[in-house]
């Protein structure tokens, strides 16, 4: 939803609509949703003054996230009744994860996004292999959460409604945040609890409107609230003070380490960035402090470590930034340069790892000083990542067990790594 207009319905790369996309998909509405949900499909959204969403796709942007996908992959992800007459029973759609492409301004930035094709990399995202993560067509399992004025309401992924939690004020969806919401057994009782960032404020359309800080609630399947976060954060350095509000952008957990929830929080103005770290009870603590925005979470066991994964960028230095916190260890902070951020209970303790990458053409190109990180996820041992160069993709590459950059395509970083 970075677009302040709606798409040109005649610009003949534009879809309009989930029959549009369905349809050039050669598929039924029901698994275009799916393929959004569960393989990153590129898919926008533009909501509207009455509270209602543009839905709308790109055909190129479509076709470079084809580029990324294995016809294994599409055809596990097809529903069986692709021939069904969807019209009477489509379910209410996902909502895309905040920080989605938006479409490209230019042809030759299509183009780029076409040859990069980085779109499909949300698969598996954030939860690593530590959490079961429950499958969206489970029976009973919430996979959708839509916003409905003071309530969010849970839906099973063929949009069975399951049940209505109303906050009793005007709530909605982040939108900073990637996760709609993450369905995850916290305590290992085969159960899934979940996991739902929301936005409170005094319009009736609060999605993009930041009144204070965002807060996660944790839900039991039945849609008992089991406990919120929504932190209280005072940072300063010799320049500012940032009080808030601080904007949600991912949520990751992990149950190897007592069924803890990891927030990555970022000031409204775009730094500095935080990691929240909830634990079972919804006591919250600073467990990763970065001098700039922090946009993807995982939690990585690899061998015999286990590492929470902050991407984002670093103003001072400059790069675009992926960084290891030992959760052994104490919390942590990226090694800024810059003026220190303090506050009485921010971490001391260095990183365990801090990768920086320069600058690419692509980002000199469109005159801007960085590029982000915008997704990570674990596979096994190996840590993928994705960086997003101002035109919705950029480098893909992955971080080995010994912490070695690997399969970077392209362009090659050549920035800063420090290893353990």
């Not at 319905?9 to 569960?38: C, F, M």
């Not at 596990?76 to 479409?103: H, W």
């Not at 380490?257 to 909830?278: F, K, L, M, Q």
């Not at 467990?287 to 960028?313: D, K």
Request: charged share 20%.
């Amino acid at each position: 939803m970075d677009r302040t207009v709606p798409p040109d319905p005649q610009d003949a790369d534009t879809l309009n609509g989930w029959k549009e996309i369905a349809t050039y998909l050669g598929k039924s509405v029901r698994s275009a949703q799916r393929w959004e949900h569960e393989l990153g499909l590129p898919v926008h959204r533009l909501l509207t003054p009455e509270g209602g969403q543009i839905i709308y796709a790109s055909r190129s942007e479509i076709e470079g996230w084809r580029t990324t996908l294995s016809p294994a992959a599409a055809e596990g992800s097809a529903d069986a009744d692709d021939q069904l007459d969807e019209a009477s029973r489509t379910p209410p759609a996902p909502v895309a994860a905040a920080g989605a492409t938006a479409p490209v301004a230019s042809r030759s930035h299509r183009l780029a996004a076409a040859i990069w094709g980085l779109a499909g990399l949300g698969i598996g995202l954030a939860l690593g292999l530590a959490v079961r993560s429950f499958p969206a067509s489970e029976p009973g399992i919430p996979a959708i959460f839509e916003f409905e004025g003071n309530a969010v309401v849970a839906f099973t992924d063929a949009g069975r409604r399951l049940w209505r939690h109303d906050f009793g004020r005007p709530a909605a969806h982040p939108s900073s945040a990637r996760p709609r919401g993450l369905a995850t057994d916290l305590d290992g009782d085969g159960t899934p609890e979940l996991l739902v960032p929301v936005r409170f404020s005094s319009v009736l359309t609060p999605s993009l409107r930041v009144d204070e800080t965002d807060a996660v609630f944790a839900f039991a399947a039945d849609g008992r609230v089991l406990w919120s976060v929504q932190p209280d954060i005072t940072l300063t350095d010799d320049q500012a003070e940032f009080t808030g509000p601080w904007n949600i952008r991912d949520v990751a957990a992990s149950r190897i380490d007592g069924g803890r929830v990891y927030i990555a929080y970022s000031h409204h103005t775009w730094r500095p960035g935080v990691v929240v770290e909830a634990d079972a009870a919804g006591r919250w603590s600073i467990r990763y402090l970065q001098g700039g925005r922090i946009n993807a979470l995982a939690v990585w066991p690899t061998g015999s470590r286990r590492f929470l994964v902050a991407g984002g960028t670093l103003a001072d230095p400059t790069g675009t930034s992926l960084a290891l916190v030992d959760l052994d260890g104490p919390p942590a902070r990226s090694p800024d340069s810059g003026p220190a951020l303090t506050c009485p209970t921010c971490p001391s303790a260095p990183v365990a790892s801090m990768t920086l990458f320069p600058p690419s053409e692509v980002t000199r190109a469109l005159y801007r000083p960085y590029g982000w990180i915008n997704r990570v996820f674990a596979v096994g041992d190996v840590l993928r990542f994705a960086t997003d160069e101002g035109i919705g993709s950029g480098l893909v590459g992955e971080l080995s067990p010994d912490l070695v950059v690997t399969n970077a395509k392209p362009p090659t970083p050549t920035g800063r790594h420090t290893a353990i």
